[in-house]
């Protein structure tokens, strides 16, 4: 055989790849998703709180927010969930057992959390101190304008970076293959990696760059959407300056005319 | 323009004082408006007009001096309850670019009034309808002109029924055709029975509407008095210069 199709053969053997299918998309992709979308959920969540604590006016809080992202931006993300995973699995297994799934997703939700919280936090700070003085003057207590006001804008506006985040996971995700997982519980790259092993041919590994790939390539398509979305508005009617519309107007000349309606 | 009448009471200010580092804001203000009456604040910029209202909402907590509300001191109370009572409007109109008109409008009757959906939609409905603006209950503020919006935020701070409305330089940033609009509202108001303190540069709305003009200059109320008074037999030079330059 020449070289070329051999080389050919290593990548692209459709036999191995149809092999490989069936458990990439039954026991592979579920996991990939389980992974990606509750260290989604989870590191959403403590980003949010990091991003908050982050804006504190309290050092106390802001300080340890500060810590921790430094901390958790700064490792490599393998060593975050070798450290997690197997540091903290003698407490896992106190709670959950021997399972190292949970720990996966927790190493995935801390290292998340500190990229989402700096996200959240520049997104948060870019609403203008005026809405935060608007809702403050209608009353609101300042955690309550900022729950209601600010955080919904600040979010908004750095959806797009979020999305990359989920894009991050997504990949990050194939990492976990580190902590040890029994059969069921294999992502996508960890059953590519098998199946490349034992035959030696990666073509198995391509389907499963090619399934993170079809997971991920749309994302990035969503990320432009709302970036354009964000910036041209939603379709919709187009701002109207008929401030004549009513008979207020007209109304100065007459200021004494009370109850006009 | 009924409706929020009822209930405005007197505000006085009491040699208020405010200094941002060296920097003293405020020197001792006094302002009294009795219920139901309007004082336009003018005076030239950074003589502390807008720093003033936010005393008397303490959304800026005065370093000395009182604020009273129907003659009872309002600086040992609740700030987020005192602000319930007395409505704020601002040059940028600070609506939520996030919500709906109609939203802007309810939020706070249904999370600090605690009403339900369907009434806090009547109430807004009913305010966005005094502004002339309840066909626009569905945009979003980015959708409308900025004399639409004035009249929004004007409609969100009513829907409360405060006792008190603070206009800061409310028609500042809109294009001139659409000062009219909004200053008609305001003036619809004051002649309501609302109780208003006005920061403004419409001079011509000062001497129409006004019960009291105070002229503000370095962070004192160098002259006040009933609009006549003030613009016809000014006594301060500097209030005849400030006068002379802009009428």
């Given amino acids: ?261 | 323009m009924t409706t929020a009448t009822t209930t405005s009471v007197s505000l006085d200010v009491r040699d208020v004082h405010l200094a941002f580092g060296p920097n003293r804001v405020l020197r001792g203000v006094d302002l009294t408006v009795p219920r139901g009456a309007t004082a336009c604040v003018i005076g030239p910029s950074g003589s502390g007009k807008s720093t003033l209202l936010r005393t008397i909402n303490r959304l800026i907590e005065p370093d000395r001096g009182d604020v009273l509300l129907d003659g009872r001191s309002v600086l040992g109370d609740d700030p987020d309850a005192l602000r319930q009572r007395v409505g704020m409007v601002f040059q940028q109109f600070n609506l939520f670019p996030h919500m709906s008109v109609l939203r802007n409008v309810t939020l706070a009757l249904r999370r600090l009034r605690k009403l339900g959906e369907d009434e806090a939609e009547a109430v807004a409905r009913a305010q966005l309808e005094l502004v002339g603006l309840a066909a626009k209950a569905d945009a979003r503020p980015a959708q409308l002109s900025g004399g639409q919006q004035q009249r929004v935020a004007i409609a969100r701070a009513l829907a409360l029924r405060p006792e008190v409305m603070l206009f800061d330089e409310a028609t500042s940033a809109l294009d001139p055709e659409l000062v009219k609009g909004v200053l008609g509202v305001m003036a619809d108001l004051s002649a309501a029975g609302m109780t208003m303190v006005v920061v403004t540069h419409e001079m011509g709305f000062a001497r129409q509407v006004a019960d009291t003009v105070a002229f503000m200059d370095r962070g004192v109320v160098l002259e006040a008095g009933p609009p006549e008074a003030i613009f016809e037999r000014a006594e301060h030079p500097r209030l005849r210069r400030f006068l002379a330059q802009v009428l």
């Avoid at chain 1, 810590?67 to 700064?74: C, K």
Wanted: aromatic share 8%; proline share 6%.
């Fill in chain 1, 1 to 261: 055989m020449d070289p070329l199709s051999t080389l050919w053969e290593t990548f692209f053997d459709i036999d191995a790849m149809r092999e490989a299918l069936p458990e990439m998309l039954t026991v592979g992709l579920p996991n990939t998703l389980i992974l990606a979308v509750s260290a989604a959920l989870l590191g959403s969540v403590l980003g949010l709180l990091l991003a908050v604590a982050g804006i504190s006016r309290s050092r106390w809080l802001r300080w340890p927010a500060r810590v921790y992202t430094d901390v958790f931006r700064g490792l490599p993300a393998a060593a975050t969930i070798l450290l997690i995973g197997v540091g903290l699995a003698p407490l896992g297994m106190q709670v959950w057992g021997p399972d190292p799934y949970p720990l996966g997703i927790l190493a995935l939700s801390l290292i998340a959390a500190a990229y989402i919280g700096e996200i959240f936090r520049s997104g948060i700070q870019s609403v203008e101190a005026a809405q935060l003085e608007g809702a403050r003057a209608l009353g609101f207590s300042w955690a309550d304008a900022m729950r209601l006001v600010i955080i919904p804008q600040g979010i908004r506006r750095v959806l797009p970076a979020w999305v990359n985040q989920l894009i991050a996971l997504i990949k990050d995700s194939s990492l976990v293959y580190f902590l040890g997982l029994v059969a069921s519980q294999r992502e996508l790259f960890r059953i590519g990696q098998d199946y490349a092993a034992t035959t030696g041919n990666e073509s198995a590994l391509l389907l499963a760059g090619l399934c993170y790939l079809v997971l991920t390539v749309p994302l990035t398509h969503v990320v432009n959407w709302i970036d354009r979305r964000l910036r041209n508005g939603r379709p919709a009617t187009t701002p109207s300056d008929d401030d004549q519309d009513d008979d207020l107007a007209s109304v100065l000349p007459v200021a004494t005319e009370g109850d006009r309606r």
